[in-house]
């Protein structure tokens, strides 16, 4: 099971910005880190990762800078901003809303039928 | 990033060298994508080192690890319309005035570039007002600064140029002179405010000088055709800038005096002592720094303004041609009518000019030439009216000197033309190569100096200081 081009692409804000919340980071690591959360199935490329480090810069929610940390390559970091949180909790608050609006419509498999037969019956 | 970069961990390294040699050849490829700039291929290399000591760890060779971690990067033209989405202001061509921080030889070069250029334009703004410690004022003493005003800039654009080119001593030492001998000229004669030749000066002056600013640009190859193909083209290009200079300098002037006024302060003294004489000779100055700094940015508009007027001047001249077998109407040749016709050959030269300049010489004849050569007929057979009414004319009542001038203006630019004509014909049945044509015109050009240095140095005594 491959998760779709679109729910990706929607999803690629509060992931990038949740990761970055724990600390630090550069692009290699972050698209490792986002491959091992999802084990794989989750299709980022690098061609959706940079672009959107760079807009969320350009925004203002993180800042980068390039350093040296010893005994490894110069490499350009991403650390989140207070405005990258903000704009995290608000990505947060409306998944939530997605999330458990989801979970209610799918209570069981069961009622799958109930709950689309309801408003029909409710126009009838 | 020019330091190779140290691998993480140690690897066992059969030749380092030619995964080195590999991430070169890559940084090579993407470093030519417009939507990718330095900042980003040091990222994605990163990125790309990263998954490579990854692959490497996991067992494989360097060059099989390189190959993987190349395809899994996907392909760059994907990766660069990602990158446009997100940085689409790329795609715009900048002009970046001080080379940024994108390469630093350039960036140095196109530095000292703009240092030599404020320096110039500085120099040809306080040039202009020095002659005001001898008592003269720009508004009042019009007849000392109208054959003049060309050379408190020209030679500041020439002295940029002959510097941005290194120029020879020998050659330096030629256009100095030349520039003397255009001092000499407009001063040496005393003329009457209101005669014809301190107009004829004044227009033919600037014309000759501005060919020693040829001679400064043309001066790493003198001969070369190409060369002077490359000044027609800067010749356009910086008129052109130098008229969006103007048109900003005005909006700027109306401001100035606007925003003044309204608290009570006149500011017309500053704007025609100051603003307006030093805002020009350093405008020029300008325009060719702007056009040698931005030649490979910005595509030459010259070339897109010929594209489209040549053909609404074919129909003008056609139209008018048709009017006058139609009515049989002689042309009336006053003065303004022959200095009208003299430029009107000037603009379909132009046009002729500037359609050349920007020709693939390369490619064959097709529609546009064709138009082009209904253009330079039907502005010869009007030109060979408008001469036979002159000389009429002249053999009547005698010449002036400003007949004379028009009247060898108007020659010049026929026998270009006529000849041009030919070659173009020529060049449309396949007879003669192009380049025919683009080294008859810029062999050309010093019989333009020539005749405009004949104006200023020998009208003057010829027609008794008239």
Known sequence: MKVTKDLVAASATPMVLGILADGESYGYAILRRINELSDGELDWTEGLLYPLLHRLERLGHVESSWQSVPGERRRKYYRITDSGLAELAEQRRQWDTVVSALKAIWVDPGDVRRSTTIPLGGLA | ???????????????????????????????????????????????????????????????????????????????????????????????????????????????????????????????????????????????????????????????????????????????????????????????????????????????????????????????????????????????????????????????????????GIDPEGFVSEWLLPCGVVAAVVVAGWLVEAKQSVVENIAPVLTRLFTPLFTAALLAFLVAIVWTTAGINVEREALILFDLLLVVVLGLLLYSISARDPLAPPGLFDRLQLALVVSALIIDVLVLWAITERITEYGTTPNKAAALGENVILLANLAWSAWLMLGFIRRRTPFAALERWQTGYLPVYAGWAWVVVLLFPPLFSYL
């Open chain 2, 1 to 263: 990033m020019t330091a190779p970069g140290s691998p993480d961990g140690g690897t066992p390294s059969p030749g380092p060298d030619a995964l080195e040699d590999q991430f070169a050849q890559w940084r090579h490829y993407v470093r030519r994508r417009p939507e990718l700039q330095r900042a980003d291929a040091e990222e994605l290399e990163d990125h790309l080192r990263g998954s490579v000591d990854e692959l490497i760890a996991a067992g494989l060779r360097p060059d099989e690890a390189f190959l993987v971690a190349v395809k899994r990067l996907g392909g760059l033209d994907e990766l660069s319309r990602e990158f446009a989405r997100e940085h689409s202001e790329r795609l715009w061509k900048q002009l970046v005035l001080t080379g940024g921080a994108d390469d630093p030889e350039t960036g140095n070069r196109s530095r000292r570039d703009l240092i030599a250029m404020i320096v110039c334009a500085v120099g040809a703004a306080v040039s202009v007002k020095l002659p005001e410690l001898f008592g003269l004022g720009f508004q009042q003493d019009g007849a000392f600064y109208a054959p003049n005003f060309a050379l408190f800039t020209l030679p500041w654009l020439a002295a940029y140029l002959a510097w941005r080119r290194r120029a020879g001593r020998a050659l330096i030492g030629v256009m100095v002179a030349l520039f003397a001998l255009g001092a000499v000229a407009a001063n040496a004669y005393s003329l009457a405010e209101d005669s014809q030749s301190l107009v004829l000066t004044t227009i033919h002056l600037p014309i000759a000088l501005w060919f020693v600013v040829g001679l400064a640009y043309v001066s790493d190859d003198l001969r070369s055709s190409r060369r002077r193909m490359d000044f027609i083209r800067f010749t356009g290009e910086c008129f052109v800038y130098f008229v969006l200079i103007a048109l900003g300098g005005g909006v700027l002037t109306a401001f100035t005096v606007g925003t003044f006024q309204a608290i």
